[in-house]
């Protein structure tokens, strides 16, 4: 099976590498491993990453994981992927009514950090979008090492899951 990053449908800007400002990398991080990097990248999310031609969905994970996956109709597989590993923290649209966000946040993880503004996400350049995203952001964690990542963010609220 061939399960690409498969985004570019869905997009108004018509791009679909849209970077995680540096800032929340640098507050959580460090990071051993991301699974969805998209080249050109201006700045390092991990010390070490699967490229869309390696396919990170179909590779074995390890380590401290980033995850900002592609939007769209593939992000529910590498929701589904990370919340079995439970070793990382993903970057999502916060939609929390979709059944993806029931399945593999609500029911399997640990912590969910919602932001109080939406974000302005970064194109390939390192260059800031001229827009904030589309939805409201949220990160969401799966174990306590997560967690207490997320505890160093301050420009949200951080919920609990039991």
Do not use: Q
């Amino acid at each position: 099976m061939d399960v690409r990053f498969e985004t570019k449908y869905g997009n108004k800007a018509g791009k679909h590498e849209w970077l995680t400002p540096k800032k929340i990398i640098d507050v959580l991080g460090p990071f051993d491993l991301d699974p969805c990097y998209s080249l050109p990248h201006p700045w390092e999310t991990a010390s070490s990453f699967f490229t869309e031609d390696d396919n990170g969905l179909l590779k074995e994970w390890y380590g401290f994981v980033w995850c900002n996956p592609p939007y769209g109709e593939y992000t529910e597989k590498w929701l589904k992927k990370l919340s079995e590993y439970k070793n990382g923290i993903a970057l999502i649209f916060a939609r929390t009514e979709t059944k993806m966000f029931k399945k593999y946040i609500w029911e399997k993880a640990n912590g969910i950090f919602f932001f109080y503004k939406r974000l302005c996400f970064y194109d390939s350049s390192g260059n800031k979008a001229k827009m904030s995203a589309g939805a409201p952001s949220c990160l969401v964690s799966w174990n306590e090492e997560g967690l207490k990542r997320l505890s160093r963010l301050n420009d949200g609220k951080l919920l609990l899951i039991k």
